[in-house]
């Protein structure tokens, strides 16, 4: 689902001349990622990865706080790589994403179907909404089908629009950041529902995919700084010293030290409980009545705090489920023919900017 870039737009997907080349294009509470993709045969590789920190307050649980600030990196961004056309995604806790039951109609008029119900499911007007559609399947024995939507406010979609004019950037897609990261991290034809967790510095993003479309999101006030501090703490050493000995050691138990391992278990269990309580909400909210939904099948960890040693193996036994750390690539080219530039752990923070890039695909 995509918000293009068009004056008064009011829905998506976008025009097909819309959908040229670009950068794709994440902001984040402490920076700016992008990334460049170019067509290379079958393969879509990276002819560009950078990121640009951004100072504290400016962004704020999403929000950008300081508008002028954020259009000077992204005028830098145009300057020195000579970026024009860009993809950007929106975090996830400003925008809804919900299932659709809605009457048979043929796919030109799924949009209209949705308008006339969408202030059911948003504190959003039809006017002063953006929103897309995914249809997820027909039910043909009662003339049904079943859509997702996702829908973001209108006066976001505006703020980061007028961001990227003032830096001479050209926005052609604006997309919630889960979708984002979707596109980077999975199996386009897996249809199993799947669980990815992206782990940032302070905040972490949750979504639940299933028949290939996101189906629900909700974003955590708790990041890998988190685990930082609780080392810290323990260790009774500087933040940055800890944020090394969280990258080195992480959860894996040291001989018979066993201080910090439980330290990092005791602060992890908050993350753990969250991510149980969306299994339970999931297994218990179905798009019919009577019906259950199909077990979360696995976790997938992105962000820049998800190769944390340990932090994987520990949620599977906590959860349940096969966790694994994404392969954030996997969409664009095979790391058996091609190796970037950027490692592996370090890659897990550009899900989102490559999933953007990833649009003209």
Known sequence: MYIPFVDNITSFPPPTFLRMPGSGINISDHGIKVVRLRKEKTNYLPEMVNEYAIEDGVVEDGKIQESSAITEKMAMIHDRHDVRFVYLSIPEEHGYVFGLRIPAVQKESIHDTVAVRLAEHVPLSREDAVFGCDLVERIP???EMYVNVAALPKEIVDKYQNICLAADLI??????????????????NDTAPTMIVD????????????????????T???????????????????????????????????????????????????????????????????????????????IILSGGNASVPGLSEHISRAVGVPVR????????????????????????QYAAAIGLGLNTK
Request: glycine share 6%.
């Open 325 to 348: 750390l994404a392969n954030v690539w996997k969409n664009a080219f095979s790391t058996d023919e091609y190796i970037p530039e950027v490692d592996f752990n370090h890659s897990l």
């Open 141 to 143: 024995e009662e003339q």
């Open 199 to 218: 782990i940032g510095r302070t905040r972490t993003g949750l979504s639940i995919v299933n028949k290939g479309v996101i189906q629900y999101t909700a």
């Open 171 to 188: 926005p052609l897609v604006f997309e919630i950041e889960a979708q984002s990261i979707q596109r980077a991290v999975m199996d386009p």
């Open 220 to 298: 955590l006030n708790m990041g890998g700084d988190m685990f930082t501090r609780a080392i810290a703490k323990q260790r009774d050493k500087s933040f940055k010293e800890a944020d090394l000995l969280k990258q080195e050691r992480g959860f894996v138990r040291a001989g018979a030290d066993n201080e910090l391992h439980l330290a990092l278990v005791n602060c992890v269990s908050v993350l753990v409980d969250e991510i149980r309580r969306r299994f339970d909400y999931w297994g218990s909210h179905a798009e019919k009545p009577g019906h259950t939904n199909q077990p979360i099948q696995k």
